[in-house]
């Protein structure tokens, strides 16, 4: 459910922006960029280890920046702020369970003896697949919420979470 305030243009503006560095990240980062990085890491493995690196740069950079729109931007585009913090969250979790499985497949094949085939299987199992399956819902959900930023909509969650009395509600669900 989200529900529509009266807010200005610049308002609007200000609050596509962590949206749209949010879909950077996945569209740009971890779709586009993958599969360019994808064709040199027969030559280049480790040129594979941009996506990552950028895509902690990207999310850091969003966490940082909506803790600290909490007391500096108007509430309407902190509240995106916060939006986009916790989707960011979620796929912060989700590379921290791929470096798990890539950790856990290190050791199995060091330590446990495990095959190499096994450990690529394991690692592509359960962490790289729910990592894409990930990107492609947040990209869906992120999507949306572009939209409902153009249209001054928040989550009814996030104005729950972070009232504001002196915001013009136009409707409610």
């Not at 966490?63 to 969250?89: F, P, T």
């Not at 592509?124 to 819902?137: E, R, W, Y």
Request: hydrophobic share 55%.
């Amino acid at each position: 459910m989200s529900i529509r305030f009266d807010v200005d243009p610049a308002q609007i503006k200000k609050a596509n922006i962590p949206h749209e560095l949010f879909l950077t990240n996945m569209i740009g980062n971890h779709i586009l960029l993958a599969v360019v990085m994808g064709g040199l890491a027969g030559s280049f493995p480790w040129v594979m280890a941009l996506i990552p690196l950028i895509s902690f740069s990207i999310i850091g950079f969003t966490l940082w920046r909506a803790r600290r729109s909490v007391g500096r931007d108007d509430w309407y585009v902190m509240c995106h702020w916060q939006v986009c913090a916790r989707r960011s969250r979620i796929f912060l979790m989700m590379l921290a369970l791929l470096l798990v499985v890539m950790l856990l497949g290190w050791v199995g094949y060091t330590y446990g003896g495990m095959m190499k085939e096994a450990v690529w299987a394991l690692v592509i199992g359960v962490g790289i697949l729910p990592i894409m399956a990930t990107v492609l819902v947040l990209v869906i959900i992120e999507s949306d919420a572009l939209y409902h930023a153009n249209q001054a909509k928040l989550p009814s969650w996030v104005t729950a979470r972070y009232p504001n009395p002196e915001a013009k509600v136009i409707s409610e669900p």
